[in-house]
């Protein structure tokens, strides 16, 4: 099957086929149809399987034909993060160059006065996240009743990040009679639910079992001590050959602490977490894509909606708290048919978070060994050799002692004689004499030097020498 076969237009079959592309995936396939005969669409597909085209590609043949107006667009795409959302603009800018389509991309991080213009300008497709949607909206600053489209996408997120009640009050907001789409990756009971609810006799596909992994990647879980995660990481990023690898650690601090060592033992890493701002994400995520750094340190906020072609490695530094995220972090490599690895850490305290990643996939993770080692490891040194390095230095040893044993011993013998031969009346003489000699130094002490502390009232100036004049008796 061909994109063609698809029932798109030649202006979008055009641009699909400059973009590389030829066959379309299996959501593609299934889903493109049905959106363009304006059906409402739930979609479950794991992430690297082509989700967004699935919905981009027919939206821009639907809103070919219609009119812009200020403050209104004519559809809506929702996304739990910045990242997801600029991927799904960079989808509609590249396959959307040969209609006459405007965009806006409203997302948090960046001024606001550009967003509202492009607003007030019309826009057929706005991709914007909830907590932006909801500032402009009661800003009045934008209205919802020209929504003619909606799309959910990454569902399963939007409820983790708990955006669930903004995007019933945006639902609320929206035309009854419009088209809707769902897509996520799982289907928990709160997402089945939301689809009941805004969604009309939608059509159900579902191209791989909920929380599935991808077939195309090949996953290990690595039992380590917690201290020795960072010497282990640094050994399969230098002997897995990787090609370009993103991390994944739980915490924002751990981030910023993997990448710091990464770069000290020389490694080309950058990181992306939650405190950093939009600009300084977008540039460390073009770095990457450019292949300036190598290794991308990361937490969850950038799990989702990372679609960079040629990441070979995957790393979870921690095993993911949400089972769920372990599916979107891995699905980060592997992605378009191409392979990918995958590393999970496990420490003592992962036990029960691995547990429950096993049990949402429903299938256990095999522990990483010797046979899966890419690289020849270094056989052991013989017995033989060993043996004879060890006796280099223990003749050696040997030879010391005995050097020095005779000398010592021809010294040490006339100490002992001096000692025996000096009488013990010599060292009352010797005391004595240490005493006067203190005795005569002690008023050079007093001019030269600072007296010591005394109490509060006395005398505390330099003492004068005719204060040691007495009168005898």
Same mark, same amino acid.
């Given at each position: ?34 959106v +363009? ?8 597909? *794991? ?71 492009a ?7 706005l ?22 489209? +909606? ?21 609320s ?8 789409? @769902?897509?996520s ?76 060592? @990464? *770069? ?9 977490h939650?405190?950093?701002d ?33 990441v ?40 029960e ?6 049990? +949402? ?40 002692? #005995? ?8 010294e ?22 240490? #005493? ?12 030269d ?8 009232g ?16």
């Amino acid at each position: 099957m061909t994109f063609a076969d698809l029932g798109l237009s030649e202006e979008l079959l055009k641009a699909v086929t400059d973009a590389g592309y030829s066959e379309p995936t299996a959501i593609q396939a299934e889903a493109i149809p049905p959106v +363009l005969m304006m059906k409402d669409i739930i979609g479950i597909a *794991q992430t690297g399987t082509g989700k967004t085209a699935s919905f981009v590609l027919p939206m821009i043949d639907i809103l070919a034909n219609g009119r812009r107006r200020a403050l209104m667009p004519r559809s809506l795409i929702l996304e739990p993060t910045r990242e997801l959302a600029a991927q799904v603009a960079e989808n509609f800018e590249k396959y959307g160059k040969n209609h006459d389509l405007k965009m806006a991309l409203l997302i948090g991080g960046v001024q606001m006065g550009d967003q509202v213009k492009a607003l007030s300008d019309g826009v057929d497709v706005l991709i914007a996240t909830p907590g932006r949607l909801m500032d402009l909206f009661e800003r009045g600053k934008i209205l919802l009743t020209g929504c003619e489209l +909606l799309v959910i996408d990454e569902a399963d997120r939007m409820l983790d990040m708990g955006f669930i009640p903004d995007i019933e009050f945006i639902c609320s907001m929206l035309p009854e009679t419009r088209q809707t789409m @769902l897509f996520s990756a799982t289907m928990p009971p709160p997402i089945e639910k939301l689809a009941k609810k805004f969604l009309s006799n939608p059509k159900r596909i579902e191209v791989s079992r909920a929380a599935s992994t991808n077939a195309d990647i090949t996953a290990f879980k690595v039992p380590v001590k917690a201290r020795a995660k960072r010497e282990t990481l640094r050994w399969l990023l230098r002997n897995d050959l990787v090609e370009t690898a993103i991390i994944f650690a739980n915490r924002k601090t751990t981030v910023r602490e993997i990448n710091k060592s @990464l *770069q000290s033992h020389g490694f080309a890493s950058s990181e992306i977490h939650g405190d950093m701002d939009q600009s300084s994400r977008l540039k460390e995520l073009a770095r990457f894509k450019a292949g300036e750094v190598t290794i991308l340190v990361a937490s969850d906020v950038a799990a989702r909606g990372l679609d960079i072609k040629g990441v070979s490695h995957v790393f979870n530094f921690d095993t993911p708290w949400h089972p769920d995220d372990y599916v979107h972090r891995i699905g980060r490599t592997g992605r378009a048919g191409a392979k990918g690895r995958a590393f999970t850490f496990v420490s003592e305290e992962d036990a029960e978070a691995i547990a429950n990643v096993e049990k +949402l996939t429903g299938a256990e993770i095999p522990v990483f060994g010797k046979k899966d080692v890419r690289v020849e490891l270094t056989p052991e040194p013989e017995a033989e050799p060993e043996a004879a390095v060890e006796e280099k230095p223990r003749r050696a040893r040997r030879e010391r002692p #005995e050097e020095r044993s005779v000398e010592p011993r021809e010294e040490r013998a006339p100490r002992r004689d001096r000692e025996e031969r000096k009488p013990r009346a010599e060292r009352p003489a010797r005391e004595a004499r240490s #005493e006067r000699e203190d005795r005569a130094d002690r008023p050079r002490r007093y001019r030269d030097e600072d007296d010591a502390p005394v109490p509060a009232g006395e005398w505390n100036g330099p003492k004068p020498g005719f204060l040691d004049v007495g009168f005898g008796g």
